[in-house]
């Protein structure tokens, strides 16, 4: 009798055991995106999510793709892709342009006007094979650019002249470079960190877009705001190479469905309409000023520049092809 219950109980275990096993299965396989920025920014909301959700059913269910803020931030969230803390990441190229210094081309001022522009030639380069040697290492998703960077600074200017000696704020160095042949003091820092460096008076303006100062609430800080004739060193969403090579392979057609030109587009879309709208949100704030720079400011900024090409050139492998090539990807966008 004894052995006839220790029978069942042994079957009901393994049938139990069994449904378990059948039931994980059939559950997603869970990815994790690094996300430093603002959970409720323009990337994460309008970006990630609808990407994501297009993804997992594309795949049929077998693979989710969840948001995670707390395990990577702008410095090291390009190291959590490569050492597998997190399968996914977003991040800006402005600190990573020593590690992708053809893609910084992007990041030269007086070429592209729009984010789709920059986005779009600079993953149609990578897709060609132009640059495609600085991603060696992760398996890219989309590159896109950001909104139009301006000088926002503390105390409204009026002329070019007056940023002169003034401490600016900037991610990337080829942006510092920029600020720093029209006179003023780059302070290298990363968007999370320009509201604590404005607040403390480390310095009196910084370079980011309206979306950034939406974004990290740094209308607080500044009044003054000048176009300028900045690059743009956009962002991007990487994922670990062996994060994908485990996954099932119609999860896998799913992300590369989703992914690339399609998704840098979207971006790149979203990111020049997004900068309009916070454009005009932070214009109807009390005190805020807006200037533009005059036809001598133009003049006098294109020959104050014209060192960065040169420099970018002697600096960067295959500068010239690369230069090149994203001259002409930006011409055939604005054929279309």
């Known amino acids: 009798m004894m052995l006839r219950h220790l029978l069942h109980a042994a079957v009901a275990t393994g049938l139990c055991i069994a449904a378990v096993t059948a039931a994980r299965a059939d559950e997603p396989v869970v990815l994790k995106f690094a996300y430093p920025g603002p959970l409720q920014s323009w990337p994460a909301m309008k970006g990630f999510t609808p990407w994501a959700e297009k993804i997992k059913a594309a795949s049929g269910d077998t693979v989710e793709i969840k948001l995670y803020g707390a395990i990577a931030n702008y410095r090291n969230v390009y190291d959590r892709i490569l050492n597998g803390v997190a399968d996914f990441g977003f991040g800006t190229f402005g600190n990573l342009e020593g590690q992708f210094p053809k893609s910084s081309v992007t990041a030269l001022p007086l070429l592209a006007d729009n984010s789709l522009e920059t986005g779009l030639a600079q993953w149609r380069m990578y897709a060609s094979g132009v640059i495609a040697d600085e991603y060696d290492r992760v398996k890219p998703i989309s590159m896109f650019g950001f909104g139009n960077s301006g000088f926002h600074t503390v105390k409204p200017i009026t002329k070019l002249e007056e940023l002169r000696g003034m401490k600016i704020l900037v991610g990337g160095r ?71 090579a485990r996954l099932p392979a119609k999860a896998q057609q799913a992300i590369d469905r989703y992914s690339g030109e399609e998704l840098t587009t979207i971006m790149s879309k979203e990111a020049d309409a997004q900068d309009d709208t916070d454009r005009d949100k932070v214009m109807a704030s009390p005190g805020q000023v807006r200037r533009s720079l005059s036809a001598d400011d133009l003049k006098t900024l294109t020959k104050l520049l014209a060192p960065m090409t040169e420099e970018w050139l002697a600096a960067t492998p295959d500068g010239a092809k690369v230069l090149a090539a994203y001259q002409a990807e930006i011409r055939r966008i604005r054929k279309h």
């Open 174 to 244: 080829t942006v510092a470079r920029t600020v720093g042949l029209i006179g003023a003091v780059p302070i290298t820092s990363t968007p999370a960190e320009i509201y604590e460096g404005l607040n403390r008076g480390l310095g009196s303006g910084a370079v980011t877009t309206f979306s950034g100062l939406e974004q990290f609430k740094l209308a607080e800080l500044v009044k003054g705001h000048l176009d300028f004739p900045f690059g743009r060193t956009g962002g991007y969403f990487f994922m670990n190479k062996d994060s994908f």
